[in-house]
């Protein structure tokens, strides 16, 4: 890869890497298309400037890209935040040019003294809004917490109008392509790891993007995934992600260990669908959780299917409910449908897990044994209800920002 190819703008160089073959982030997330770590460098006037780093088991691509380029002295590695995969090659940076200062938030040199172990005095606290000048140009960050941890900033190249906003707009997507080229593609990553990611942040980004709303931005470059040279792409995405309502849209996650809770899911879909509710429809045990935490972020409704086991929801379902509960979807509407054999708490243990929606529960349907002619009335009182509720959201998911 020439470096030359990888300049944005006139001496602002990409110099991350790609992961390929990554599969999973935070022993957690599902990363089916691989991911990058963008880090940036600005060559000032005066000054040279490091935006983020990399993965630590990318650091030596990192050092290899700025040995490439020539670079022989760094003033400022900026951490926009401190999470492994943008800080964790900083301490290698730091070796090879000593003069180098962190410059971060005052929380973010918290974090980054606990996690890498950074001396005291290699740091450089900024505020909200202060700036550095680098010669030419001058960097100006903005604190922006919540994006993913409390300590995070954006950082503002302003004569270039170029906004580094590390995590926040990212994609998970191993890709050579320096910019966005097909906005199909990336509008998928970046919903799944806006999901994933940036979902339970939901009212900080929404203060986030207000902040940032006056800026004038011609490019925004994220740590993870390609550029964005037609930023109002992605602006659009998360504006209509965090500020619009649920889309008439019901999830239903469930498990089936003898088919009696499958035929009621495959039921109930069928009864939404015939009164015009978009449903998506995941069997735990072979579902994509990356894929369920997408057609979270449309959802008006969520109904679990589970059979009660050993007293209570299956385990797998308790896992998925944990994981919804954690995302805090803007969901409005729960409900539970399922069968048992003789008994078990599975309502009171499920309604307990959701704590962090704000949500009304539907009358559940639970059925002794395999869906009996009273338990499909059931469901359909169900579906008729889900349909009354949706009345007024729009059909369909958050269509790709235009
Ligand atoms: Fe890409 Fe929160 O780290």
Request: net charge negative; with cysteine; proline share 6%.
């Given at each position: 890869m020439q470096m030359r190819d990888r300049e944005i703008r006139p001496e602002v160089y990409w110099v991350g890497a790609i992961d390929w073959d990554r599969r999973l982030f935070d022993s957690l997330i599902?990363?089916?298309?691989?991911?990058?770590?963008?880090s940036y460098l600005i060559k000032g006037s005066e000054?040279?400037?490091?935006?983020?780093?990399?993965?630590?088991?990318?650091?030596?691509?990192?050092i290899d890209r700025l040995s490439q380029l020539g670079i022989e002295n760094i003033d400022y590695v900026v951490a926009n935040h401190a999470e492994q995969d943008h800080s964790g090659a900083i301490p290698q940076v730091l070796g090879k040019y000593p003069e180098a200062k962190v410059v971060c938030?005052?929380?973010?040199?918290?974090?980054?003294?606990?996690?890498?172990?950074?001396?005291?005095?290699?740091?450089?606290?900024?505020?909200?809004?202060?700036?550095?000048?680098?010669?030419?140009?001058?960097?100006e960050f903005i604190h922006a917490p919540w994006v993913h941890w409390p300590e995070t900033m954006l950082t503002y190249l302003r004569e270039d109008k170029i906004l580094f906003p590390c995590d926040?707009?990212?994609?998970?997507l191993a890709?050579?392509?320096?910019?966005?080229?097909?906005?199909?593609?990336?509008?998928?990553?970046?919903?799944?790891?806006?999901?994933e990611?940036?979902?339970?942040?939901?009212?900080?980004?929404?203060?986030?993007?207000?902040k940032i709303k006056d800026y004038a931005i011609d490019i925004i470059a994220p740590s993870h995934g390609p550029i964005y040279d037609r930023p109002e792409f992605i602006l659009k995405a998360y504006h209509s992600w965090v500020f619009d309502e649920p889309r008439n849209i019901a999830v239903?996650?469930?498990?089936?260990?003898?088919?009696?809770?499958?035929?009621?899911?495959?039921?109930?879909?069928?009864?939404?669908?015939?009164?015009?509710?978009?449903?998506?429809?995941?069997?735990?045990?072979?579902?994509?959780?990356?894929?369920?935490?997408?057609?979270?972020?449309?959802?008006?409704?969520?109904?679990?299917?589970?059979?009660?086991?050993?007293?209570?929801?299956?385990?797998?379902?308790?896992?998925?409910?944990?994981?919804?509960?954690?995302?805090?979807?803007?969901?409005?509407?729960?409900?539970?449908?399922?069968?048992?054999?003789?008994?078990?708490?599975?309502?009171?243990?499920?309604?307990?897990?959701?704590?962090?929606?704000?949500?009304?529960?539907?009358?559940p349907v639970l059925c002794k044994g395999f869906p009996k002619e009273a338990d499909f009335r059931a469901l359909d009182n169900l579906a008729n209800t889900i349909a009354e509720k949706h009345k007024g959201f729009i059909a369909g998911f958050y269509p790709l920002g235009q």
């Open positions: 599902p990363l089916p298309d691989g991911t990058s770590y963008n000054k040279t400037a490091l935006i983020d780093t990399v993965d630590p088991t990318m650091r030596d691509v990192l938030t005052p929380r973010c040199k918290g974090m980054l003294i606990d996690l890498l172990m950074i001396p005291e005095e290699k740091f450089i606290m900024v505020n909200d809004k202060e700036t550095i000048s680098l010669g030419d140009r001058i960097l926040l707009f990212g994609s998970h890709t050579t392509d320096l910019y966005v080229t097909d906005e199909g593609q990336v509008y998928e990553a970046a919903k799944r790891y806006y999901a990611i940036m979902m339970p942040f939901r009212t900080n980004i929404q203060k986030n993007l207000e239903l996650p469930y498990i089936s260990m003898h088919d009696s809770t499958r035929k009621m899911v495959e039921y109930l879909a069928e009864d939404l669908a015939q009164r015009g509710v978009g449903v998506k429809q995941f069997d735990l045990t072979v579902a994509d959780i990356g894929k369920l935490a997408m057609a979270l972020v449309d959802a008006a409704t969520v109904v679990i299917g589970t059979p009660t086991v050993l007293g209570g929801p299956h385990p797998n379902v308790v896992y998925a409910v944990a994981l919804v509960n954690a995302l805090r979807p803007k969901v409005r509407f729960v409900s539970i449908i399922g069968s048992y054999g003789w008994g078990g708490k599975t309502v009171e243990q499920l309604s307990g897990m959701i704590p962090n929606l704000k949500v009304e529960l539907l009358e």
